[in-house]
């Protein structure tokens, strides 16, 4: 509901969405053998069905311009490996 009201207010303000920025994330400080499964899923959930979830409920605002742009940013965690964040790379 809050998604819908956001993107028809930015459709009467501006006409139409030319750039989308995902950069939601979510994380526990648990090693790898005390996250639960919940606490994964909801990682994930955050990170991964969150960022589809915005960029389709923009998608029809975002193809009415002719420079369209979806920018998705990610931690850069998994590159040194991170003991308390598991789903980003954790050891």
């Given at each position: 509901?809050?998604?819908?009201?956001?993107?028809?207010?930015i459709?009467s303000?501006?006409?139409?969405?030319?750039?989308?920025?995902?950069c939601?994330?979510?994380?526990?400080?648990?090693?790898?053998?005390?996250?639960?499964?919940?606490g994964?899923?909801?990682?994930m959930?955050i990170?991964?069905?969150?960022?589809?979830?915005?960029?389709?409920?923009?998608?029809?605002?975002?193809?009415q311009?002719?420079?369209?742009?979806?920018?998705?940013?990610?931690?850069?965690?998994?590159?040194?490996?991170?003991?308390?964040?598991?789903?980003?790379?954790?050891?």
């Amino acid at each position: 509901m809050f998604l819908s009201a956001l993107l028809s207010q930015i459709a009467s303000q501006f006409g139409q969405l030319d750039i989308l920025v995902n950069c939601a994330a979510g994380n526990f400080l648990a090693t790898a053998e005390n996250l639960t499964p919940n606490g994964f899923r909801t990682v994930m959930e955050i990170d991964a069905i969150g960022t589809f979830t915005m960029s389709q409920a923009a998608f029809p605002l975002l193809k009415q311009s002719d420079t369209a742009c979806i920018t998705n940013i990610s931690a850069t965690l998994q590159y040194g490996a991170t003991w308390w964040q598991m789903p980003c790379g954790g050891r």
